[in-house]
């Protein structure tokens, strides 16, 4: 039997790796470090950490799980599961294998996997290890974002009853984003998507680079639907957060970077049925012939990016090993051009990053920080008022900071008006 104690330490805020604890009887979750051993363990690896918690029991090695959540679906359906350790997304909870196994079959909005000792569920990006010099070329497009745009956008797509993925009020929704992305010049087109026996669809804009000779692609996608669990396919369902904050978002950053003139390719993507278990997404990438995929230099994924639950403006960029470098740049163009606290994790789950991630591509989900405290989404309080449209608008600056550095957009002119 093992004693789980949530511990910080001095130097896990300043990004400092040196004399943090690492092995098998750590976790680490952000800025706090999992301890699971012995206590006379504890008092030789300890060192200058602070006591955060103390689980009230002793338990099994095999029963911690890592928990990872859409809102707080996890903690409302099973509140007789013992939280060892609560990170918002990500939860370590005592949980025997043959229980957690029955959970994870009937699972859609969360994740259960056994805990892994000396792993990174999820990392903090010190600010100052990331921050560089901006420049010119960068900065002209993250000052054409306008709020008053991203306001109009969000307040129509709210305006729809329903966005559920094969409504007649979602291909409202669509049709009303892909009129847009063409009256700012992009290519558009639709792709079908199966959801069960009923039909949604994808949006797909295209903007070709000038470039002569071989170009890359960077993809930004956002999914469009919405849903009410509770109430079913007719409830309201508003979705301001989820995710009418990321299409809105996503629309923004199409009308600003619409003559980029960049050297590579541009696409954005609005995808239906994520809700029912990333059925847009699948069915683009699957879609893809492979000359197609190995010319994508990332993706870029916003989904719930207009909630604040956290004392600072927090934004999580999640991926994988083979979104690396992605994740650093992203970081990187947070610390240089927003005041966003980053958090960094490596656990991708159920979001239209995923099946790109499957298929080998680098991708990368934005989202708000501790977005399980968000207990508003997939109800019918997931309404505009509870949007905060600085952090949607800080998470912009950072992606649109990213996208024009991704396509290597030209210098600005010396003098004259932004277009």
Not at 164 to 181: D, K, M, N
Not at 398 to 411: C, D, I, K, Q, S
Request: aromatic share 6%; net charge negative.
């Amino acid at each position: 039997m093992s004693t789980p104690i949530l511990f910080r330490f001095a130097s896990a805020r300043s990004g400092a790796r040196v004399g943090l604890p690492t092995g098998p009887d750590w976790v680490r979750l952000g800025d706090d470090f999992l301890f699971i051993g012995t206590e006379s363990a504890l008092t030789a690896d300890s060192g200058a950490g602070r006591v955060v918690s103390r689980h009230p029991h002793s338990v099994k090695r095999e029963d911690l799980c890592l928990v990872t959540q859409i809102g707080n679906v996890f903690e409302r359906s099973h509140p007789d599961v013992p939280i060892v350790a609560n990170k918002g997304r990500y939860l370590v909870v005592d949980l025997e294998p043959a229980k957690a196994t029955q959970l994870a079959r009937t699972a859609h909005d969360y994740a259960i996997r056994p805990l892994a000792g000396g792993s990174v569920v999820f990392d903090t990006r010190s600010r100052e290890e990331a921050r560089r010099s901006p420049q010119p070329r960068m900065a002209a497009f993250v000052d054409r974002l306008a709020e008053a745009e991203v306001e109009g956008v969000l307040g129509h797509l709210v305006s729809f009853p329903t966005r559920f993925s094969t409504s007649t009020s979602y291909a409202g929704a669509a049709e009303f984003a892909r009129s847009r992305l063409a009256s700012l010049g992009y290519e558009t087109r639709t792709e079908d998507v199966t959801v069960g026996n009923r039909r949604s669809l994808n949006v797909v804009a295209d903007l070709a680079a000038a470039t002569p000779g071989p170009r890359q692609m960077l993809l930004v996608v956002a999914h469009l639907d919405s849903v009410n669990l509770a109430g079913g396919p007719s409830a309201e369902a508003p979705g301001a957060d989820d995710n009418a904050s990321g299409s809105a978002g996503l629309l923004e950053m199409a009308r600003v970077l619409r003559q980029h003139g960049g050297r590579h390719d541009l696409r954005f993507v609005l995808f239906g049925g994520e809700e029912q278990g990333l059925f847009g997404s699948r069915r683009h990438v699957a879609s893809r012939a492979p000359a197609v995929a190995g010319r994508i230099r990332a993706v870029l994924n916003m989904d719930m990016v207009g909630t604040r639950n956290t004392p600072s403006a927090t934004v999580l960029l999640e991926g994988a090993a083979a979104s690396q470098s992605v994740i650093d740049a992203l970081a990187e163009a947070a610390a240089t051009y927003t005041s966003l606290e980053v958090q960094i994790s490596l656990n991708p789950f159920n979001s239209d990053h995923v099946p790109f991630l499957d298929a080998g591509i680098p991708a990368v989900l934005t989202i708000e920080g501790a977005d399980s405290s968000n207990s508003n989404v997939h109800t019918s309080g997931d309404t505009l008022d509870r949007v905060d449209r600085g952090l949607l608008l800080e998470i912009l600056r950072m992606n649109v900071a990213f996208a024009a550095a991704t396509l290597e957009v030209p210098e600005p002119p010396a003098a004259g008006p932004t277009p």
